[in-house]
Each structure stands twice: as C-alpha cells, then as structure tokens.
C-alpha cells in the first residue's frame, strides 16, 4: 500500500526502549498517587478537578480492580499491595443498586480474576465468584441473551435492548471463572449468549448495533466493528485461544471472512474498515475510530498479519491527522466527525500484538510517538486528562479506569522485554485482563 504521506518513524533501539519501559511506569505510577491522594476508596478520579467519582450510589473500586494486574506485572509491589489490601477488605457486592453487567464483568470480574492468577490471593477468587453469582440474573431473557443491567442485591434485571459486544463479551471471564471456581453454570451461560448472537447474524456473519434480547429480533442492522461489536468478534476468536472451543474457532472463521468482505474498505491504497448493513452488504459510512482500532491486533492474533499491518498503518494515520487519534473519523475525507480522545488503549494495544508477531521495530517506534502525544497533551499534576477536543487539546475532566488496565498496560509491554509478560501463555479480556489455561492454583 502507498506510504507516501506517511513520515518516516525514528527506530527505537534496545537502550531507548528500556528506558521509554521505565517511564511508563513511572507514569502509571504518577497516576496511580493522583488516584490515591485525591480519590481512595472510590471509583475513579477526575484529575483536573481531583475529587473522586464514582459509578454508582456505592464505589466498586473499579480503579483498583483494573489497575491491580498492570501495577503487578509493572513490579510496582508496594502500589499493588495496597490496592490488593484495600480491594480484599472493602470492595463488597452486596449493594442494593442496578449496574451494567458488561463493565462489571470485563473491569471488575476479568480484573478479579487476573489479579488472583497472579497473586494467588484467594480472597480475590471470593470476590469474583460473588460478583459471578449476583450477575447470573441477566441470562434469565427467552433467548439467553442478557439483560444489560441487574441489582446486585436483589438480581433484578433491566435493559432489553442490548448489542453484540454486550451479550459476547462475556466469555472469558465467565469461563474462567467456571474453570476456577469448578462452576459450569458461569460458563454455559456465557457460552450461550455468544452462540444466540452469532445465530442471529446475517448469512455472512455479520452481526447489527442493537438487538431485543426478549425476541432476538434486530433493532439496528448497522454493522461495523466499533464500539457495541467489536469485542463480539475478538471473543469469538479468544474463546477458541483460551479454552480450545472448537465451536467458537468455527464461527470466528465465519464471521471474519464476512467482516472482511463486507466492512473491509480500500482508499487510496489504505485499508480501513466502515459500516454496512449487516443484511445487504451496502457501505452505510465512512468511518472508522479509536475503538475500531483494536482490529490490527485481533486479525494478527487470528494469523492474518498482511491485513493487521496494513491497517495498523491506516491507523497511524488517524493519529497524525491531530497528532492524537480522534474518537471517530471519516476516512474518505479524511475528517474528523467526533473529536474527543479518551485516552483509549486500542492503537497501542494493535501496535503490541505487532510488535510481537513480527519483530518489526516500526511497532515500538509507533509506540513512542503515541506515548510522547499522550504524555505531551494528556498529564496532570494529579494524573492524565481526556481530551474534549483533540484538535484544540482542551483537556476533560476524566480518567477512566481502562486507563490503568489497558493504556499503561500496553505501552509498558509494547516497550518492556518479552519476559515482562509470556504472551503465548495468556490472553487477555477486552480490557487488557491477562487469563490463563491451565487455570493455576
């Protein structure tokens, strides 16, 4: 494909990449003490106002939970401790208030999960399997396919109208938790949910934005591979990765051949991938985001490297369009239709699963340029900033947990030795959670 526009990316060499490792995490931990000065105990910090915020009439500590493992596998021990102290003496389930099971489980059970894989902490198992048991309600539809929201209290479920990514995503940490806890009701369920939304999909795999889980009749037939999808797709292929699901593989085959067919789109000699009716196959728009941005990585991890880099390097695109990717793009123009940057994981997470498929040191390289723009327009005196606009690079009052389970995560292992992380042993939840098979003791 033609990189003509594209300016050269300086190599990293081994020493600099040492060092850009270290000054991530010296970054993480610059966050993590804005977290703990500022808001202890609660969800998350709003870095520029510093006062906490939490999701909720009660904090799930969801901060903690996500950043436990990256603060573990970073060697940060004294940060991770303390949030292992506070999550295993304070975060409790048992709370008479209605919450989205799709955050809860891939940030609060995946996270659990990881975080006792690599502490063997058995009072973080405990939690998880509390968590599972209160989420159970949301399967109760005719078709299987969950409800969005349950009271962890009582087990009464809401939300009828769900998307893929909200009733595919829950494999992995379901499943886990079955193979952990010796369960195989958290496993079926989840299972089930997958295969009901893949049964709906078109004759070529794929799958519409909104869907009634009482009639699993589609409310929206938009299909493209952003937010409300897209860890539909990248769960379908893991659950064959984590667990050997041969079902799984079989429709991951099905639905990707159909996602490149129908939403794959050359311009300019770049590949991107748009919207299309799910029914039809006709292109609905022209756009592609920081949420699309995942891809790169799940086609390397499904072995379609040739298709990964070329669209990794379309995403290096969107980056420079304002020296930091945009929330959304119209890739025909070249526009920007929604400017804000929440300091999403996803191009960097592309750039690791590259970097580790093919040794090129472009991937790192990559990875620099986005950490200097992230640090350069993103760091506060108590943490990191969203951005409202990144053409302006006004700062938002936000810093979402994912920050700390993804963002740092990838960038550390993007720039670390391979050690830091044995890749081929796990697979990680769509929030950057690492699981592991054999499930360990």
């Given at each position: 494909?033609?990189?003509?526009?594209?300016?050269?990316?300086?190599?990293?060499?081994?020493?600099?990449?040492?060092?850009?490792?270290?000054?991530?995490?010296?970054?993480?931990?610059?966050?993590?003490?804005?977290?703990?000065?500022?808001?202890?105990?609660?969800?998350?910090?709003?870095?520029?106002?510093?006062?906490?915020?939490?999701?909720?009439?009660?904090?799930?500590?969801?901060?903690?939970?996500?950043a436990l493992d990256t603060l573990v596998i970073?060697?940060?021990?004294?940060?991770?401790?303390?949030?292992?102290?506070?999550?295993?003496?304070?975060?409790?389930?048992?709370?008479?208030?209605?919450?989205?099971?799709?955050?809860?489980?891939?940030?609060?059970?995946?996270?659990?999960?990881?975080?006792?894989?690599?502490?063997?902490?058995?009072?973080?198992?405990?939690?998880?399997?509390?968590?599972?048991?209160?989420?159970?309600?949301?399967?109760?539809?005719?078709?299987g396919l969950p409800y969005t929201h349950v009271?962890?209290?009582?087990?009464?479920?809401?939300?009828?109208?769900?998307?893929?990514?909200?009733?595919?995503?829950?494999?992995?940490?379901?499943?886990?938790?079955?193979?952990?806890?010796?369960?195989?009701?958290?496993?079926?369920?989840?299972?089930?949910?997958?295969?009901?939304?893949?049964?709906?999909?078109?004759?070529?795999?794929?799958?519409?934005?909104?869907?009634?889980?009482?009639?699993?009749?589609?409310?929206?037939?938009?299909?493209?591979?952003?937010?409300?999808?897209?860890?539909?797709?990248?769960?379908?292929?893991?659950?064959?990765?984590?667990?050997?699901?041969?079902?799984?593989?079989?429709?991951?085959?099905?639905?990707?051949?159909?996602?490149?067919?129908?939403?794959?789109?050359?311009?300019?000699?770049?590949?991107?991938?748009?919207?299309?009716?799910?029914?039809?196959?006709?292109?609905?728009?022209?756009?592609?985001?920081?949420?699309?941005?995942?891809?790169?990585?799940?086609?390397?991890?499904?072995?379609?490297?040739?298709?990964?880099?070329?669209?990794?390097?379309?995403?290096?695109?969107?980056?420079?369009?304002?020296?930091?990717?945009?929330?959304?793009?119209?890739?025909?123009?070249?526009?920007?239709?929604?400017?804000?940057?929440?300091?999403?994981?996803?191009?960097?997470?592309?750039?690791?699963?590259?970097?580790?498929?093919?040794?090129?040191?472009?991937?790192?390289?990559?990875?620099?340029?986005?950490?200097?723009?992230?640090?350069?327009?993103?760091?506060?005196?108590?943490?990191?900033?969203?951005?409202?606009?990144?053409?302006?690079?006004?700062?938002?009052?936000?810093?979402?947990?994912?920050?700390?389970?993804?963002?740092?995560?990838?960038?550390?292992?993007?720039?670390?030795?391979?050690?830091?992380?044995?890749?081929?042993?796990?697979?990680?939840?769509?929030?950057?959670?690492?699981?592991?098979?054999?499930?360990?003791?």
């Amino acid at each position: 494909m033609s990189q003509a526009a594209t300016p050269a990316l300086r190599p990293v060499s081994t020493t600099e990449s040492a060092a850009l490792a270290q000054r991530v995490k010296d970054e993480m931990r610059h966050a993590w003490q804005g977290y703990k000065q500022y808001a202890w105990g609660h969800d998350a910090l709003s870095p520029l106002s510093k006062k906490p915020r939490d999701w909720y009439a009660h904090s799930l500590l969801m901060t903690p939970v996500d950043a436990l493992d990256t603060l573990v596998i970073m060697g940060l021990k004294t940060e991770a401790d303390e949030a292992r102290e506070l999550i295993a003496t304070q975060l409790s389930f048992d709370q008479d208030m209605e919450v989205q099971n799709f955050e809860i489980t891939i940030r609060l059970l995946g996270g659990l999960i990881s975080a006792y894989q690599l502490t063997g902490d058995d009072r973080l198992l405990a939690k998880a399997d509390d968590l599972g048991r209160r989420l159970l309600p949301v399967f109760e539809s005719p078709t299987g396919l969950p409800y969005t929201h349950v009271n962890l209290r009582t087990g009464k479920v809401s939300g009828k109208v769900s998307n893929p990514a909200e009733t595919g995503t829950l494999v992995l940490e379901f499943g886990m938790l079955s193979k952990l806890t010796g369960k195989p009701v958290y496993f079926d369920k989840a299972k089930r949910a997958l295969v009901e939304t893949y049964q709906r999909a078109s004759k070529d795999g794929l799958v519409g934005s909104a869907i009634d889980v009482e009639t699993g009749k589609w409310v929206n037939t938009d299909a493209h591979i952003g937010g409300g999808i897209d860890s539909y797709y990248e769960y379908l292929y893991k659950c064959y990765r984590l667990f050997g699901d041969a079902e799984c593989k079989a429709m991951w085959d099905h639905s990707i051949a159909g996602v490149n067919k129908s939403l794959a789109d050359k311009r300019d000699g770049a590949l991107w991938y748009g919207h299309a009716d799910m029914n039809t196959g006709r292109r609905t728009a022209t756009q592609y985001g920081a949420l699309d941005a995942f891809m790169p990585a799940l086609l390397a991890l499904g072995g379609d490297v040739p298709r990964a880099t070329a669209l990794q390097e379309s995403g290096l695109r969107m980056w420079r369009v304002a020296g930091v990717e945009p929330e959304a793009l119209d890739y025909a123009r070249m526009k920007i239709t929604s400017p804000g940057y929440a300091l999403r994981p996803e191009i960097i997470e592309s750039a690791y699963y590259l970097n580790h498929y093919t040794g090129d040191a472009r991937y790192r390289a990559m990875g620099r340029e986005f950490f200097e723009a992230f640090v350069r327009y993103c760091r506060t005196d108590a943490g990191y900033a969203a951005l409202k606009d990144v053409r302006t690079k006004v700062q938002e009052d936000s810093m979402e947990s994912f920050v700390f389970a993804e963002t740092f995560k990838y960038f550390y292992l993007l720039f670390a030795p391979k050690e830091a992380l044995d890749f081929d042993a796990v697979t990680f939840n769509t929030e950057a959670h690492p699981l592991r098979l054999p499930a360990a003791h």
